[in-house]
């Protein structure tokens, strides 16, 4: 399956900056990416569907002006959280689907805090 | 509307203990439906895909069944090291989207 990196693991930042994440697809060519938000112990929800080449699917609820997704090539897609809030704090995951019928590959994921 | 129910939301097994974790789903047009593992801090790790009732697959001390309502993960002899969070996820139909459950909080002890 597909072999997915994520930079950084964990970042601190402090209110109203903005924190880029990167996701890799090492040995894929990844049209389609994902990324998730995971608060403790609870489940991965979906934030957008990233596109290759095009703009990015938002899913309800997210606002893309402060989630900015790139996926300016086709291994590699980045998370931008713009002017960045506590409540922005999360656990931030990317994923590779290695084929429409296939699972998902995931990143090791961004601890993002917000102080 | 599409929906993962994973039961229990954690568990505490002593080694060698067997025991089977569940995920109810409700979706219209199951494509598959996957396992996956999960440790603190890290993206979870793929297990298994399922695609139609009656299928199993097993991997070292797991096997997971489906059926037309609800996947079970079955732990045989569980070892410490098997200490995990266990996500379940489906997959619709004509779409690239995945639903995951909340998790089981699987902890065994030695």
């Known amino acids: 399956g597909a072999v997915v990196s994520q930079h950084p693991s964990r970042v601190i930042c402090k209110s109203g900056t903005s924190v880029k994440i990167e996701c890799r697809s090492l040995?894929?060519?990844?049209?389609?990416m994902f990324w998730y938000r995971q608060f403790p112990k609870q489940s991965l929800m979906l934030m957008a569907t990233?596109?290759?080449?095009?703009?990015?699917?938002?899913e309800q609820g997210v606002e893309k002006d402060k989630f900015l997704i790139n996926h300016a090539s086709l291994t590699l897609s980045t998370l931008t959280v713009t002017s960045a809030h506590p409540e922005d704090s999360s656990f931030y995951i990317c994923?590779?689907?290695?084929?429409?019928?296939?699972?998902?590959?995931f990143g090791n994921g961004t601890r993002l805090t917000v102080t | 509307e599409d929906q993962v129910t994973q039961s229990p939301e954690a568990l505490r097994l002593q080694e060698g203990e067997s025991s089977s974790l569940n995920c109810s789903y409700t979706?219209?047009?199951?494509?598959?439906l996957f396992w996956y593992r999960q440790d603190p801090g890290k993206g979870p790790e793929f297990l298994f895909t399922?695609?139609?009732a009656g299928e199993e697959k097993e991997k070292e001390r797991l096997k997971a069944t489906l059926t037309k309502k609800e996947s079970f993960l079955h732990i045989t002899a569980p070892k410490p090291e098997d200490s995990a969070t266990y996500l379940c996820?489906?997959?619709?139909?004509?779409?690239?989207?995945?639903?995951f459950g909340t998790g089981t909080r699987l902890k065994v002890l030695a």
């Open positions: 979706v219209s047009g199951l494509r598959g």
């Open positions: 994923s590779v689907p290695d084929g429409y019928n296939s699972p998902l590959h």
């Open positions: 990233s596109n290759e080449g095009s703009k990015a699917t938002y």
């Open positions: 040995d894929f060519q990844a049209t389609t």
């Open positions: 399922l695609y139609s």
């Open positions: 996820a489906v997959q619709r139909s004509g779409t690239y989207k995945y639903i």
